[in-house]
C-alpha cells in the first residue's frame, strides 16, 4: 500500500518535471531548427527536421549593412565584459572597506546600501539621460559601465561571503609582515574571494549582456547598439518584409552563446544563484 | 615599549573611507543627481512640440494630478495582472518542486539535468526571447502550424489581437524566465529546515500533504515573502517582454502597456515634466518595497523566536505580580 502510493508520487514528479522541461527547451529546439531554414521553407509551415540553409542564413545576417551585428557583438562584449569586471572589483573593494575598518560612518554606510539594495534603476532614468547628455557621454558606451562601480546587490553578497570566508586576523597578520592596506586587498583579499567573484562575475556579465532599457535609450546611432537594441529593430514596421530566416538566426546569435557557456558551467551556476540570496 | 604602543595605536579608518569612497562618489553622480533632477523636472511644464521646446514653467503638481486622471491606473492595473498571471504559477509550481527535489524519499531520477533545464530561461535575452515568442506565436507561425496540422484547431488563433491572449502569452514568458530561479531559492530554505523535525513528524504518522503544510510552508515563510516582495519590484519594472511582443504599441488597445512603457515612451518623446512625475510614482513604490526588503535583511530575530520569548517572560511576569 505505502508502496504504490510513493510510485504513484515519483510517477506523477516525473510526469510533471519532463512537461515542464519540454516547455523550457521546445522553444529553443523550435529557434535552432529555424535558423537553418530559408524563408521559403519558413513559409511552407513547420517541419521537426532542420533545413539547410544555416550558412546561408548566417552569410545574409553577417553581410547585412543594415544590422551592423559583427559590431553589436563587439559592442556588448566591451560592456558586458567591462561591467563583470568592474562590477566585481569595486564590491569587493566597498564591502571590503565595511568588513575590515572601524570609521565612524562604517554603520551608517552599511544601512544606506542595503537600503538601496532593491531599488530598480530606471526610476532616476530622466535624470541620468539629462546627466550624461550634458557630460557629452550620450551615444557612448562609458555611461553604460560606470555606473557599474557602485552595485549594491553584488556589493551585500561580497560582504556576506567575507563574514563567512575572510578571518580579520589573516589582515592583522598581514599588516604584520608589511603589507600595504591595498596590498593587502590585491594580494590577498581578492585571492581568496575568487569564488564569490566568479558567480557575481558570470551574472553580471549575462545581466549587462541581456540589458535593454538603458542602453536602448543612451545609445542612437547604429554602429554603438549592442544586440538587444538590435534584436528590438526587427521587430520594426517592416518585420512583414523580413527574411524570417534571417530573423531566426538573429535571434540564435543573441542567445545561444549565453546557453552553451550555461551548459559547461551550469552546476557552478545553478549553486551560485543561492550563494547570495539576492539577484535582481 | 612606548614603540609598540606607537604602532598599536594606528588608525586605520581613514582607509575604510578610501575603500569606500569609489562607491558612493559613483552613486552621487549617477543615481543621487539624478534623482533630485528628475524630481525637479516632475514640477515643471517641460516638453518638446516638435523641436520646439515648450516650458520649462513651474506647474507645482498639475503633472502629478493629469498623469492620475489620464492613464497611470490603467497602466499600473496593466502591469499588476501581466505579474500576478506570472507569478501564482510560478510560485505555486516552485514550491512543488522544491518540496520533491528536497524530499530524500522521492527518488528523482536526472535531478540535476532537470534542476539545470528549468533555471535556462532565466539566463535568457528577454528581448530575444520575447522576439522569439512573436515569431512562434504569430498567426502563421510555427505553434499556429503545428495546432493546425494536429487538427487540435480550424484555423489559426490570433494570439496578440486579443487581450488574454497577449497578456498571458507576457505572463506565460515571465513565468518561464522565473520558476527556475525560485525553485533554486526555495529548495535551498527547506534544506535549511531541521530535518529531525521532518522526522518526527513521519513517527506521528504525517501524511505528505501534512508535512507541507503544517511543517514546510511555515518554515519558510520568511523567504516567501522576500520571494513575493522581491518579485513584485520585478514586476514594476516589466519592459523589455511587452515592449517588443507588441512593438512598444501595448497592443491591444494599450492593455499590455506597462509603467516603464509608459515611462520609456515620455523619455522618447522627450516629455521631461510627466517623465518626471511618473518616475517619482515609481520611486515612492520602489521606496516602500525597498523598505520591507530591508527590514526583512536586517532583521536580528528573523523567526521571531526572540520576540515569543519576550513575550513569554512578560506573560511568566504578569503573572507573577498577579
Given at each position: 500500500?505505502?508502496n504504490?502510493?510513493?510510485?504513484?508520487?515519483?510517477?506523477?514528479?516525473?510526469?510533471?518535471?519532463?512537461?515542464?522541461?519540454?516547455?523550457?527547451?521546445?522553444?529553443?529546439?523550435?529557434?535552432?531548427?529555424?535558423?537553418?531554414?530559408?524563408?521559403?521553407?519558413?513559409?511552407?509551415?513547420f517541419?521537426?527536421?532542420?533545413?539547410?540553409?544555416?550558412?546561408?542564413?548566417?552569410?545574409?545576417?553577417?553581410?547585412?549593412?543594415?544590422?551592423?551585428?559583427v559590431?553589436?557583438?563587439?559592442?556588448?562584449?566591451?560592456?558586458?565584459?567591462?561591467c563583470?569586471?568592474?562590477?566585481?572589483?569595486?564590491?569587493?573593494?566597498?564591502?571590503?572597506?565595511?568588513?575590515?575598518?572601524?570609521?565612524?560612518?562604517?554603520?551608517?554606510?552599511?544601512?544606506?546600501?542595503?537600503?538601496?539594495?532593491?531599488?530598480?534603476?530606471?526610476?532616476?532614468?530622466?535624470?541620468?539621460?539629462?546627466l550624461?547628455?550634458?557630460?557629452?557621454?550620450?551615444?557612448?558606451?562609458?555611461?553604460?559601465?560606470?555606473?557599474?562601480?557602485?552595485?549594491?546587490?553584488?556589493?551585500?553578497?561580497?560582504?556576506?561571503?567575507?563574514?563567512?570566508?575572510?578571518?580579520?586576523?589573516?589582515?592583522?597578520?598581514?599588516?604584520?609582515?608589511?603589507?600595504?592596506?591595498?596590498g593587502?586587498?590585491?594580494?590577498?583579499?581578492?585571492?581568496?574571494?575568487?569564488?564569490?567573484?566568479?558567480?557575481?562575475?558570470?551574472?553580471?556579465?549575462?545581466?549587462?549582456?541581456?540589458?535593454?532599457?538603458?542602453?536602448?535609450?543612451?545609445?542612437?546611432?547604429?554602429?554603438?547598439?549592442?544586440?538587444?537594441?538590435?534584436?528590438?529593430?526587427?521587430?520594426?514596421?517592416?518585420?512583414?518584409?523580413?527574411?524570417?530566416?534571417?530573423?531566426?538566426?538573429?535571434?540564435?546569435?543573441?542567445?545561444?552563446?549565453?546557453?552553451?557557456?550555461?551548459?559547461?558551467?551550469?552546476?557552478?551556476?545553478?549553486?551560485?544563484?543561492?550563494?547570495?540570496?539576492?539577484?535582481? | 615599549?612606548?614603540?609598540?604602543?606607537?604602532?598599536?595605536?594606528?588608525?586605520?579608518?581613514?582607509?575604510?573611507?578610501?575603500?569606500?569612497?569609489?562607491?558612493?562618489?559613483?552613486?552621487?553622480?549617477?543615481?543621487?543627481i539624478?534623482?533630485?533632477?528628475?524630481?525637479?523636472?516632475?514640477?515643471?511644464?517641460?516638453?518638446?512640440?516638435?523641436?520646439?521646446?515648450?516650458?520649462?514653467?513651474?506647474?507645482?503638481?498639475?503633472?502629478y494630478?493629469?498623469?492620475?486622471?489620464?492613464?497611470?491606473?490603467?497602466?499600473?492595473?496593466?502591469?499588476?495582472?501581466?505579474?500576478?498571471?506570472?507569478?501564482?504559477?510560478?510560485?505555486?509550481?516552485?514550491?512543488?518542486?522544491?518540496?520533491?527535489?528536497?524530499?530524500?524519499?522521492?527518488?528523482?531520477?536526472?535531478?540535476?539535468?532537470?534542476?539545470?533545464?528549468?533555471?535556462?530561461?532565466?539566463?535568457?535575452?528577454?528581448?530575444?526571447?520575447?522576439?522569439?515568442?512573436?515569431?512562434?506565436?504569430?498567426?502563421?507561425?510555427?505553434?499556429?502550424?503545428?495546432?493546425?496540422?494536429?487538427?487540435?484547431?480550424?484555423?489559426?488563433?490570433?494570439?496578440?489581437?486579443?487581450?488574454?491572449?497577449?497578456?498571458?502569452?507576457?505572463?506565460?514568458?515571465?513565468?518561464?524566465?522565473?520558476?527556475?530561479?525560485?525553485?533554486?531559492?526555495?529548495?535551498?530554505?527547506?534544506?535549511?529546515?531541521?530535518?529531525?523535525?521532518?522526522?518526527?513528524?513521519?513517527?506521528?504518522?504525517?501524511?505528505?500533504?501534512q508535512?507541507?503544510?503544517?511543517?514546510?510552508?511555515?518554515?519558510?515563510?520568511?523567504?516567501?515573502?522576500?520571494t513575493?516582495?522581491?518579485?513584485?519590484?520585478?514586476?514594476?519594472?516589466?519592459?523589455?517582454?511587452?515592449?517588443?511582443?507588441?512593438?512598444?504599441?501595448?497592443?491591444?488597445d494599450?492593455?499590455?502597456?506597462?509603467?516603464?512603457?509608459?515611462?520609456?515612451?515620455?523619455?522618447?518623446?522627450?516629455?521631461?515634466?510627466?517623465a518626471?512625475?511618473?518616475?517619482?510614482?515609481?520611486?515612492?513604490?520602489?521606496?516602500?518595497?525597498?523598505?520591507?526588503?530591508?527590514?526583512?535583511?536586517?532583521?536580528?530575530?528573523?523567526?521571531?523566536?526572540?520576540?515569543?520569548a519576550?513575550?513569554?517572560?512578560?506573560?511568566?511576569?504578569?503573572?507573577?505580580?498577579?
Amino acid at each position: 500500500m505505502q508502496n504504490k502510493k510513493s510510485s504513484g508520487r515519483t510517477i506523477l514528479a516525473h510526469a510533471v518535471l519532463i512537461i515542464l522541461a519540454f516547455m523550457c527547451l521546445f522553444f529553443f529546439y523550435i529557434l535552432i531548427i529555424n535558423a537553418t531554414r530559408s524563408h521559403a521553407q519558413l513559409q511552407l509551415g513547420f517541419s521537426a527536421l532542420p533545413g539547410s540553409s544555416l550558412i546561408t542564413n548566417l552569410m545574409n545576417v553577417l553581410n547585412d549593412p543594415a544590422i551592423p551585428i559583427v559590431k553589436g557583438i563587439q559592442n556588448s562584449l566591451i560592456v558586458s565584459g567591462c561591467c563583470a569586471a568592474i562590477v566585481t572589483y569595486f564590491s569587493a573593494l566597498t564591502a571590503y572597506g565595511i568588513y575590515a575598518y572601524d570609521f565612524k560612518l562604517k554603520h551608517a554606510a552599511f544601512t544606506f546600501i542595503m537600503a538601496i539594495l532593491v531599488m530598480p534603476t530606471q526610476v532616476t532614468a530622466l535624470g541620468f539621460l539629462r546627466l550624461i547628455t550634458n557630460m557629452g557621454m550620450d551615444d557612448s558606451l562609458l555611461p553604460l559601465i560606470l555606473p557599474s562601480v557602485a552595485s549594491p546587490s553584488v556589493f551585500y553578497f561580497m560582504h556576506s561571503y567575507m563574514q563567512s570566508s575572510l578571518p580579520k586576523e589573516l589582515i592583522e597578520a598581514a599588516r604584520i609582515d608589511g603589507s600595504g592596506e591595498f596590498g593587502t586587498f590585491n594580494r590577498i583579499v581578492m585571492p581568496i574571494m575568487k569564488p564569490a567573484i566568479a558567480v557575481q562575475a558570470i551574472f553580471t556579465f549575462v545581466g549587462s549582456w541581456n540589458n535593454y532599457f538603458i542602453p536602448a535609450l543612451v545609445i542612437t546611432s547604429k554602429n554603438k547598439q549592442t544586440l538587444p537594441i538590435m534584436i528590438a529593430t526587427l521587430r520594426g514596421a517592416d518585420y512583414m518584409n523580413f527574411d524570417m530566416g534571417k530573423i531566426y538566426m538573429m535571434i540564435t546569435i543573441a542567445i545561444v552563446p549565453i546557453i552553451i557557456v550555461y551548459l559547461f558551467l551550469s552546476k557552478f551556476i545553478v549553486e551560485g544563484v543561492t550563494l547570495g540570496g539576492v539577484k535582481e | 615599549m612606548p614603540n609598540e604602543k606607537k604602532i598599536k595605536s594606528v588608525s586605520y579608518a581613514k582607509w575604510g573611507y578610501i575603500f569606500i569612497l569609489p562607491f558612493f562618489l559613483t552613486y552621487a553622480i549617477f543615481s543621487v543627481i539624478p534623482l533630485v533632477d528628475t524630481i525637479r523636472n516632475s514640477f515643471y511644464e517641460y516638453y518638446y512640440s516638435g523641436l520646439k521646446a515648450i516650458g520649462p514653467n513651474w506647474v507645482g503638481f498639475a503633472n502629478y494630478a493629469e498623469m492620475l486622471a489620464a492613464d497611470l491606473p490603467k497602466y499600473a492595473w496593466n502591469t499588476f495582472v501581466m505579474w500576478i498571471l506570472g507569478f501564482i504559477p510560478q510560485i505555486v509550481v516552485a514550491l512543488v518542486l522544491a518540496s520533491w527535489f528536497t524530499d530524500a524519499r522521492l527518488k528523482i531520477h536526472g535531478k540535476q539535468f532537470f534542476k539545470v533545464v528549468i533555471y535556462l530561461p532565466n539566463l535568457i535575452m528577454a528581448s530575444a526571447f520575447a522576439m522569439l515568442f512573436f515569431a512562434m506565436f504569430s498567426n502563421s507561425g510555427p505553434v499556429n502550424n503545428i495546432l493546425l496540422s494536429m487538427g487540435v484547431i480550424g484555423e489559426a488563433i490570433r494570439f496578440m489581437e486579443s487581450t488574454f491572449g497577449a497578456r498571458t502569452l507576457v505572463a506565460l514568458m515571465n513565468f518561464l524566465m522565473w520558476f527556475g530561479n525560485t525553485t533554486i531559492m526555495l529548495m535551498a530554505a527547506i534544506m535549511g529546515i531541521n530535518p529531525s523535525i521532518f522526522e518526527a513528524a513521519e513517527l506521528d504518522g504525517c501524511t505528505h500533504i501534512q508535512k507541507f503544510f503544517k511543517i514546510t510552508l511555515p518554515q519558510i515563510k520568511p523567504l516567501l515573502t522576500y520571494t513575493l516582495i522581491t518579485s513584485l519590484i520585478g514586476g514594476l519594472q516589466m519592459f523589455d517582454v511587452p515592449q517588443i511582443l507588441t512593438g512598444g504599441q501595448g497592443a491591444p488597445d494599450r492593455t499590455t502597456m506597462t509603467l516603464i512603457m509608459y515611462l520609456n515612451n515620455h523619455l522618447q518623446a522627450k516629455n521631461y515634466g510627466m517623465a518626471g512625475a511618473l518616475s517619482v510614482f515609481l520611486f515612492i513604490i520602489s521606496g516602500a518595497l525597498c523598505w520591507i526588503v530591508f527590514k526583512m535583511n536586517t532583521d536580528p530575530d528573523p523567526d521571531g523566536s526572540k520576540f515569543a520569548a519576550k513575550r513569554a517572560r512578560n506573560a511568566a511576569k504578569k503573572g507573577g505580580n498577579a
